[in-house]
């Protein structure tokens, strides 16, 4: 594999310097595996409290670092459970900014004054994240609305910080073992990609519209939409939602609930968001998720989604059918397709885990299944057997566990397998449906029909090669000049010695006769000899050294 070459640039070496104190600080808590390349923790050093340390000082280095947790959160193939239970918590809260500076942002990118755009604006926010913050206001025409204004200039601190861990991604990359395997420089690059995506409020705005056309089957889901002319990369006006956090009910209000009837029709459209649209609210956390005035579910804040190639949703529907169903080996061997294998893949010891972890699934009661934590588990036990798992699984694996959580809250007695295996079996059936087409059955049609007019003309091809002797099979799979390079270098090795063993015994010899040439007390030819072998010897074990130990072996 071609590297890049890397330049640390000596105007971030503050940052460096930062990001290296907290690698230093938290050296003990967490280490990358030399052989799995997994991030693993010694005995009592994944503890809760040591994690909650880590997300502390996340929080204290900025608003990228914040977001360089929560996507490490989704990644249970590099983290211990204890470290992702403490990212998937980190607070994005921070204190707001001035008012002056709200009106100042809004009048400029909407291009008149904030009183002539809006009846009303409440000057303190709703809500106060990391990258902006959200004001309750009416439109004009009476609309009520909520608008994110994004925080000032975050979007050059977020660049400049992207760069100083791009840079350190890729020093590692070309300088270490374990970056060597699992490319950081690949993993910030799409990290990169995602949080300037969630800086783009017309993103987001376009993920607002997809959703609510997608969720449209869905009458008890909420997505609040756009207002196209208040809205810009920087502010981001919407439909005013009331409603409460899942997080917060109290369990007399989950009583008032129609819990099962909620919690059946969230999981049923985050089934189609996966494996149906392709298109995924990334982070349904029970804050992002509001119980409404009318008794509705709202999703709120689509600044990150993920999206899922055709492809990898008929391998998701499998992984998901087989794993509620405990086949275990039907699991193992889609995430073997699905991942890509490192030099340490171990085939056999991720089937025994993958065995091991559905089974227990299987046993689990109704109350402790989480299908989420399962895909999590499984996104682990890959990492550590040698096999990369792609982001959308961990991404989706870190959705599903997030919804697990406010399914329990809405309907603590909800089956996920229940509704997974229901579910599945109608997506299956439709996606089968979907592809008969006419145009793809005319299309087969025509296939068949080329083949079968083509079929007698090439047996009789075949059989009159094989009649006359002149048939061919022609197999690649064997690199001639490579083998004929390691003989000619096995007979070189061979050959060097026994010219080393009939030095030493020739000398040996020459050893019992008497001459007066003497050399260290000896016979001064047998010792010549005898040094003369000491030399090659020498020669061949440094050259063995030099070009027959694998790469890895040389580097170490």
């Not at 909520?146 to 660049?159: D, E, F, S, T």
């Not at 309907?411 to 079996?425: K, V």
């Not at 003309?457 to 490579?482: C, F, H, S």
Request: proline share 4%; charged share 25%.
């Amino acid at each position: 594999m071609t590297r890049r070459m890397t330049t640390l640039r000596p105007g971030h070496l503050g940052r460096y310097a930062t990001i290296g104190a907290l690698l230093v600080k938290h050296r003990h808590h967490a280490h990358l595996a030399a052989e799995g390349g997994v991030v693993a923790a010694a005995g009592d050093a994944s503890s809760h409290e040591d994690a909650l340390r880590l997300v502390e000082d996340l929080e204290a280095m900025g608003p990228t670092f914040v977001k360089l947790g929560q996507v490490l959160s989704t990644r249970a193939d590099l983290l211990p459970p204890a470290y992702l239970d403490a990212l998937s918590r980190l607070q994005d809260s921070v204190e707001p900014f001035g008012f002056d500076q709200v009106e100042t942002i809004v009048e400029r990118e909407l291009g008149v004054r904030l009183s002539k755009a809006f009846r009303s604006f409440d000057h303190t926010p709703m809500a106060s994240a990391s990258l902006g913050q959200v004001h309750r206001a009416v439109l004009r025409d009476g609309r009520q609305v909520a608008v994110k204004v994004q925080r000032p200039g975050i979007r050059a601190r977020v660049l400049e910080d992207m760069d100083v861990i791009e840079e350190l991604a890729g020093f590692v990359d070309a300088h270490t073992r374990v970056g060597d395997q699992l490319r950081f420089a690949a993993m910030v690059s799409e990290f990169r990609w995602s949080l300037v995506a969630e800086l783009d409020y017309l993103q987001e705005a376009d993920n607002l519209r997809t959703l609510a056309r997608h969720l449209a089957p869905y009458p008890r889901l909420v997505v609040p939409q756009p207002v196209a002319d208040y809205t810009t990369a920087r502010i981001l006006t919407m439909d005013l939602v009331e409603g409460r956090n899942v997080s917060s009910l109290g369990p007399l209000a989950q009583m008032e609930l129609d819990g099962q009837a909620l919690a059946l029709e969230l999981f049923r459209a985050y089934l189609d968001q996966i494996l149906v649209h392709g298109f995924v609210h990334a982070d349904p956390h029970p804050g992002n998720v509001l119980l409404t005035a009318t008794g509705d579910l709202a999703m709120i804040d689509l600044g990150m989604v993920v999206h899922v190639a055709p492809g990898l949703q008929d391998r998701l529907i499998r992984l998901l059918a087989s794993v509620s169903e405990g086949r275990a080996e039907e699991a193992a061997d889609v995430l073997i397709e699905l991942g890509e294998r490192r030099e340490d893949f171990d085939a056999g010891a991720y089937r025994r885990h993958v065995a091991r972890l559905v089974s227990t699934h299987r046993s689990t009661t109704v109350e402790g299944l989480e299908v989420g934590r399962v895909m999590g588990e499984l996104a682990r036990a890959a990492g550590t057997c040698g096999l990369t798992p792609p982001v959308e699984m961990t991404m989706v694996g870190k959705a599903l566990l997030n919804l697990d959580e406010v399914a329990r809250i809405l309907d603590p007695e909800f089956d996920p397998n229940s509704a997974i295996r229901d579910h599945i079996a109608g997506i299956a059936r439709d996606r089968l449906l979907a592809s008969a087409t006419p145009a793809n059955l005319l299309h087969a049609a025509m296939d068949a029909k080329e083949f079968a007019e083509r079929l007698p003309g090439r047996v009789n091809k075949v059989m009159d090669a094989l009649a006359a002797g002149e048939l061919t099979l022609k197999v690649q799979g064997i690199d001639d000049a490579e083998l004929m390079r390691g003989i000619q270098k096995l007979a070189n090795r061979i050959t060097g010695g026994l010219v080393v063993a009939a030095l030493i015994v020739g000398a040996a010899m020459l050893m019992r006769v008497e001459t007066d040439a003497r050399l260290f007390g000896y016979p001064a030819l047998a010792m010549v000899l005898f040094l003369l072998a000491t030399a090659v010897g020498l020669w061949l074990v440094v050259t063995s050294a030099r070009h027959d130990l694998p790469p890895h072996r040389r580097k170490r």
